[in-house]
């Protein structure tokens, strides 16, 4: 008897639709809230947001952000500020992907993408490095280090004041 119970319940289900997806060929919708991958912004004119203050690494609670800042020059800028992040390291073991770098940062540098897929065969490679970080310029866009003539003021940067 129980042979035929356990037969009705396999042929009932044979005939329903299945639940699995077929990841990667289809991939399920995610909340709008999801927070993946950590991305570092540029600028319009290709100038790194980042200004190296470490107040993603002090709001991180798990510690996995490290930031080492910096002094800009006129021949070699990488951010509007004085400063720039020389170092700018996140151990993607160690984060919760809480967000709370995201909403430290007052630049908007460090934004959470979409990106889910990370996987790493070392754990050296599981620490993201700034050159694995930042935005690439977009087309037309000049890359970092730039070259400024001395006391230069950029009116396309919106934190920037005129210095006059």
């Given at each position: 008897?129980?042979?035929?119970?356990?037969?009705?319940?396999?042929?009932?289900?044979?005939?329903?639709?299945?639940?699995?997806?077929?990841?990667?060929?289809?991939?399920?919708?995610?909340q709008q809230r999801f927070?993946?991958?950590?991305?570092?912004?540029?600028?319009?004119?290709?100038?790194?947001?980042?200004?190296?203050?470490?107040?993603?690494?002090?709001?991180?609670?798990?510690?996995?952000?490290?930031?080492?800042?910096?002094?800009?020059?006129?021949?070699?800028?990488?951010?509007?500020?004085?400063?720039?992040?020389?170092?700018?390291e996140i151990n993607m073991?160690?984060?919760?992907?809480?967000?709370?770098?995201?909403?430290?940062?007052?630049?908007?540098?460090?934004?959470?993408?979409?990106?889910?897929?990370?996987?790493?065969?070392?754990?050296?490679?599981?620490?993201?490095?700034?050159?694995?970080?930042?935005?690439?310029?977009?087309?037309?866009?000049?890359?970092?280090?730039?070259?400024?003539?001395?006391?230069?003021?950029?009116?396309?940067?919106?934190?920037?004041?005129?210095?006059?």
């Amino acid at each position: 008897m129980n042979l035929i119970r356990g037969f009705q319940t396999t042929f009932r289900h044979v005939l329903e639709e299945p639940v699995t997806i077929q990841y990667p060929e289809e991939m399920r919708p995610f909340q709008q809230r999801f927070k993946g991958r950590h991305e570092l912004k540029r600028y319009d004119n290709g100038l790194e947001k980042c200004i190296g203050c470490s107040l993603c690494a002090a709001a991180c609670p798990a510690d996995a952000i490290w930031v080492e800042a910096a002094e800009n020059t006129d021949e070699e800028r990488y951010s509007p500020g004085e400063r720039y992040a020389r170092t700018y390291e996140i151990n993607m073991l160690r984060c919760i992907f809480c967000g709370y770098c995201e909403d430290a940062c007052p630049t908007e540098a460090i934004v959470l993408t979409r990106e889910h897929r990370l996987s790493f065969t070392d754990r050296r490679d599981a620490i993201y490095t700034r050159e694995m970080l930042i935005e690439t310029p977009a087309e037309g866009q000049s890359d970092t280090p730039q070259q400024v003539a001395p006391g230069a003021f950029d009116r396309s940067i919106p934190d920037m004041e005129d210095p006059e």
